[in-house]
Nanobody, 125 residues
Framework: QVQLMESGGGSVQAGGSLRLSCVVS??????????MGWFRQAPGKEREGVAS???????SYADSVKGRFTISQGNTKNTLYLQMDDLKPEDTAMYYC?????????????????WGRGTQVTISS
């Protein structure tokens, strides 16, 4: 069973930075190719894609975070990061890590197979 666990959320002021991490575990995590991504959901709003990365290193970002957020992977490929800079109050949300066995993907692709439980990010003005 594949498991994803996020960490790194917290409360910061606008203009600040946070780095989210997601660790993938489980004996079935041998996907190649694969895609990983970050989604977020604010209270009262629909879940939205934020960023994605594929096994070839291709990335995509939602327009709302482009230039401020950076998605990356660790050297062992079982850790996913989201560096978030110049944070804004509208970035406040629960952030989720995702994984699937696609060869390519974009941040908005729906129906990912595996999801973490989320980590809360709160930005104050």
């Amino acid at each position: 069973q594949v498991q994803l666990m996020e960490s790194g959320g917290g409360s910061v002021q606008a203009g600040g930075s946070l780095r989210l991490s997601c660790v993938v575990s489980g004996s079935t995590y041998k996907y190649n190719p694969y895609c990983m991504g970050w989604f977020r959901q604010a209270p009262g709003k629909e879940r939205e894609g934020v960023a994605s990365i594929d096994s070839a290193g291709g990335t995509s970002y939602a327009d709302s975070v482009k230039g401020r957020f950076t998605i990356s992977q660790g050297n062992t490929k079982n850790t996913l990061y989201l560096q978030m800079d110049d944070l804004k109050p509208e970035d406040t949300a629960m952030y989720y890590c995702t994984l699937d066995s696609w060869r390519s993907c974009t941040y908005s692709r729906p129906n990912w197979s595996y999801w973490g439980r989320g980590t809360q990010v709160t930005i104050s003005s």
